[in-house]
């Protein structure tokens, strides 16, 4: 009878076992969501555990993952050693999820990977991570929080919009990109010193930013990196930055204090425009630490400039319109003439550009219609698209030895050119737009690289290729010999009693220094009377 009773007793919890096993299988999920990647869910804890070697699938459309049909009951994501990537889509609308933990293992976290997660509050990146990919974390509206590793090189767009509750940032990657563009939750910036590069509109629009402390380490500034951050009420840059972009700090309506240090040499156009520090400006030239910035107000006709020694840059626009403007003076130790900063001119007839300048920006002297010659000295190595395009009264250019690049469009509708000299030995190459007025044209290059020119096109089409003519230093008239009468035509320059040409300025700079001074009359009257060579 007992033996019969346990009989039964066993073939009782059998049956109680075999109908329990069903239920655990329903409650519980397990696959594969990788080659060498598994995934484990238990619905007790909501917690999804994934783990093995190697990347997770990327799934193009958020149905195709495994968990898709519980994934608002998932609370918790474990991901272990040994995965590689967060496939995209991965955990899409997980809109319960509250804590994620990412290994060192993992380089990179696919587009929309977190997409509409509201409930995450926090995620820790590790400095493993190399990319995250475009979508990724947006509408993630619970997340208060971001730190961006070193080791991220590259974020796709939009991967953060829409975090509607994050205020505060943290970075530590070498640039910084538009991936927070118009979120104006964020309160707080904090730029680690790894950073070399704030990216162009990084914090465009984020107007419930009121400060920012950017490191030493930063050299440029992008284009609308920080327009409309209508909170900031003053900026200090560092001393390692060199160049500002267009729209920088533009609509920032509630900055008053800028600080620019001495080592910015280039601003690009409006990058202060409609701010308090610009409109608080007195009518006239304004500086932005050593660079020229612009020209505030109406110019009256018939204005000369001197832009003042020390100067370095001269900024995008500075000058645009300013159709009064008939000369300017520009200092040995400007390095860069900004895009667009002489641009409709309409007045200038001559400009000097010295020996210090390197670059000369897109449409500089676009529409510089009395422009009637133009020297670009040896230290110029780029001279950019459509920089004297419609320069319609100019005749003659000369191009010195250093031009690396000449943009598209440089000297298109010069209508009136007739002479072109490049001091170049090999020709750089140019699009057949550079110069449209080129078959008109005389083209003259180093006597040795005549032949060179002549076979190589663009250049072949000018209407003849000639050998430069030796030039004298000091031989200011031209006439083949150094005399006191090349000494008194550089006085009468310098007191301003005449203009030289283009060619006249060249020869008669004997000391090379990129202006034309008294010295330059004294040496020629020293090698006149023989005292020295």
């Known amino acids: 009878m007992i033996i019969i009773n346990i009989i039964i007793m066993k073939k009782q919890l059998l049956l109680l076992i075999s109908l329990l096993l069903p239920l655990v299988a329903m409650a519980d999920d397990s696959g594969s969501c990788g080659t060498n990647v598994t995934y484990t869910y238990v619905s ?19 149905g195709d993952v495994p968990w898709y049909s519980y994934r608002t009951d998932i609370k918790t994501v474990v991901i272990k050693d040994g995965v590689t990537s967060i496939g995209g889509d991965a955990f899409y609308n997980c809109s319960s999820l509250t804590s994620i933990e990412i290994p060192n293992s993992v380089t990179s976290i696919g587009k929309y990977a977190f997409y509409q997660c509201i409930g995450l509050p926090s995620i820790e990146i590790p400095n493993s991570v190399t990319s995250i990919g475009a979508w990724a974390f947006q509408k993630c509206s619970g997340l208060t929080s971001i730190e961006i590793p070193n080791s991220v090189t590259s974020i796709g767009d939009w991967a953060f919009s829409r975090c509607s509750g994050l205020t505060s940032v943290t970075f530590h990657c070498k640039e910084i990109g538009s991936w927070f563009k118009g979120l104006t939750s964020i309160k707080e910036i904090v730029i680690g010193d790894e950073v070399t590069s704030i990216g162009d509109r990084a914090f465009d629009g984020c107007s419930g930013l009121t400060s920012i402390e950017i490191p030493n380490s930063v050299t440029s500034i992008g284009d609308c990196a920080f ?3 209508t909170g900031l009420t003053s900026i200090t840059i560092p001393n390692s930055v060199t160049s500002i972009g267009g729209y920088a700090f533009d609509g920032c309506s509630g900055l008053t204090s800028i600080e620019i240090p001495n080592s910015v040499t280039s601003i690009d156009v409006q990058a202060f425009d409609n701010t308090a520090w610009y409109n608080n400006q007195p009518n006239g030239l304004v500086y932005a630490g050593k660079v020229a910035y612009k020209y505030k107000g109406t110019m009256p006709d018939n204005t000369n400039i001197t832009i003042k020694e020390g100067t370095l840059g001269i900024a995008g626009e500075a000058f645009s319109r300013c159709s009064g403007l008939t000369s300017i003076e520009i200092p040995n130790s400007v390095t860069s003439i900004g895009g667009a900063a002489f641009s409709y001119c309409s007045g200038l007839t001559s400009i000097e550009i010295p020996n210090s300048v390197t670059s000369i920006g897109v449409q500089a002297f676009y529409y510089c219609t009395s422009l009637a010659s133009i020297e670009i000295p040896n230290s110029v190595t780029s001279i950019g698209v459509e920089a004297f395009r419609n320069c319609t009264s100019l005749a003659s250019v000369t191009i010195g030895n250093s031009v690396t690049s000449i943009g598209s469009l440089a000297f298109y509708d010069c209508s009136n050119l ?11 190459t140019i699009t057949s737009y550079t110069f449209s007025n080129r078959t008109n044209a005389t083209l003259h290059v180093p006597s040795s690289s005549v032949n060179l020119y002549k076979e190589t096109a663009p250049w072949s089409d000018f209407k003849e290729v000639v050998g430069i003519v030796d030039i004298i230093p000091g031989d200011a008239n031209g006439d083949g010999q150094i005399t006191a009468q090349d000494a008194s035509l550089i006085l009468q320059k310098v007191a301003g009693k005449i203009t030289l040409s283009a060619n006249q300025i060249s020869v008669a700079d004997v000391n090379d220094d990129g202006q034309i001074t008294a010295q330059d009359a004294s040496l020629i009257l020293q090698k006149v009377a023989g005292k020295i060579e």
């Open 44 to 62: 007790s804890t909501g917690t999804l555990t994934i783990q093995g070697s190697g990347a997770m699938y990327d799934y193009s459309n958020s």
């Open 227 to 229: 327009q409309d951050c």
């Open 418 to 428: 007739t002479s072109v000299t490049v001091k170049l030995e090999s020709p750089i």
